[in-house]
Nanobody, 121 residues
Framework: QVQLVESGGGLVQAGGSLRLSCAAS????????MGWYRQAPEKQRELVAL???????NYADSVKGRFTVSRDNAKNTLYLQMDSLKSEDTAVYYC???????????????WGQGTPVTISS
């Protein structure tokens, strides 16, 4: 079992920046994908950014060009750099990791507890 702990959320003005971190309790080298999701009040959780073990990234259209996902395997940490923030980016941001392990390639999915991000206009 891997624990994911997010940090870096907070209150920032529109146009500002934040960097979220997701620290894993174990090595993330074998994680097939890691990513960030967000959930705004009364809305469904949505994918923000995804990063595969091969370095391929996928972003929601709403954040392309503004957000950058990256990982530091040595620190077992995933990051989300968020620039040019908008009020519609306000949400709780969750870290996610998926790995396939063992001879059966069993799928394991992990979630963090979330970190709130509030953008004031």
């Amino acid at each position: 079992q891997v624990q994911l702990v997010e940090s870096g959320g907070g209150l920032v003005q529109a146009g500002g920046s934040l960097r979220l971190s997701c620290a894993a309790s174990a090595s993330i080298v074998n994680m097939n994908t890691m990513g960030w999701y967000r959930q705004a009040p009364e809305k469904q959780r949505e994918l923000v950014a995804l990063l595969t073990s091969g370095g391929v990234t996928n972003y929601a259209d709403s954040v392309k060009g503004r957000f950058t996902v990256s990982r530091d395997n040595a620190k077992n940490t995933l990051y989300l750099q968020m620039d040019s923030l908008k009020s519609e980016d306000t949400a709780v941001y969750y870290c996610n990791a998926v790995e396939y392990s063992g001879w059966s390639r069993a799928r394991h999915e992990y979630w963090g507890q979330g970190t709130p991000v509030t953008i004031s206009s």
